[in-house]
């Protein structure tokens, strides 16, 4: 078959690592020149004026240098508060890779055989895809799984069933009293799973009974990515306790933040005088308001629901097309395309399968990321500024690795 996308300069790059925003935005390079001196001295202030794009209740926030550095200072603030240890996350999350957030992560191969990360608990995913139970409305998305079912659009057996679970950790695995529970809006690094809608509502009302707090962990989902909303949490009407972002804060650049209310903070501060050197630096407080100006002015939230919904839609009609696509999923742009043998036995198709597919995306000039237990999810999660032809290219070149992989499979 001829490439005929070798003439691009440049790859159209998919994945879901910096820069999240924009490709490189001009008015992101004239950041810190454009940012008077008074703005700069309000931002190195440990504590900033409630941002515009959050709710009332979040009134502090804590400016730091990473996901991974957000989330151990969150796992801190919930222990903090509650006087409780234990934190359960999913299976599946991946929440960081520092010593403390390596507790929460639940991936394979961030599993070590060193000590780490104590007083942390998995609960079972609720994966309406390759989880036990899932069916035809449970997904907050245009783009259902191939499973069926007989619920009724407003109830969902299946986020009952998920529920029952969640249940059974909290009465076997943890404490009487909890710290907290950690959640991804959807899941990122696990192959961009979204749960039964009502799932996390019903969640956090358990979790708050067993007197932990609730944590969004917005670092993909955040910044307006998943098109409805701003944050991930709105999605699925629920309001956190406290709400970690980085990735798409910064555009690239190293920041990240942990938001939350008065009464958490002042838990925490009885317990430490915390320190940053870095957090909330001129410079990156200068990205992080250009950012959110770009955002704002140029429209990318409504891109990100536009776009990625006219994207999400063709990679579905890509589903129906081939047997070895089981499951295409997610929310304004952040997309996750399973690859399975076959759609009866939905086993995932196999790992050198899937790399052949990803190598021939690579050659055509398409960078997409992998994700999920087995690598065999496709995951995209482009710049927000990404176009509807850029999209026709994308689908093209995917639908294009997926024929000469089933003419490698015929043979
Ligand atoms: C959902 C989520 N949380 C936390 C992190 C950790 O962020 P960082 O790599 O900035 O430490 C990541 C990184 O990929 C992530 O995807």
Redesign the pocket.
Known sequence: MTLIWRHLLRPLCLVTSAPRILEMHPFLSLGTSRTSVTKLSLHTKPRMPPCDFMPERYQVIFLVN????A?ELAMLMARAHSNNIDIISFRGA?????PYTLGLTNVGTYKMELPGGTGCQPTMCPDVFRGPWGGSHCRDSPVQTIRKCSCAPDCCQAKDQYIEQFKDTLSTSVAKSIAGFFA?PIQ??NGVVQYPKGFLKEAFELVRARGGVCIA?E??TGFGRLGSHFWGFQTHDVLPDIVTM??GIGNGFPM?AVITTPEIAKSLAKCLQHFNTFGGNPMACAIGSAVLEVIKEENLQENSQEVGTYMLLKFAKLRDEFEIVGDVRGKGLMIGIEMVQDKISCRPLPREEVNQIHEDCKHMGLLVGRGSIFSQTFRIAPSMCITKPEVDFAVEVFRSALTQHMERRAK
């Open positions: 990473s996901g991974s550095e989330n991946y929440h960081g890779c520092s991804e990122g690094v962990d670092v993909q980085a990735k990240a």
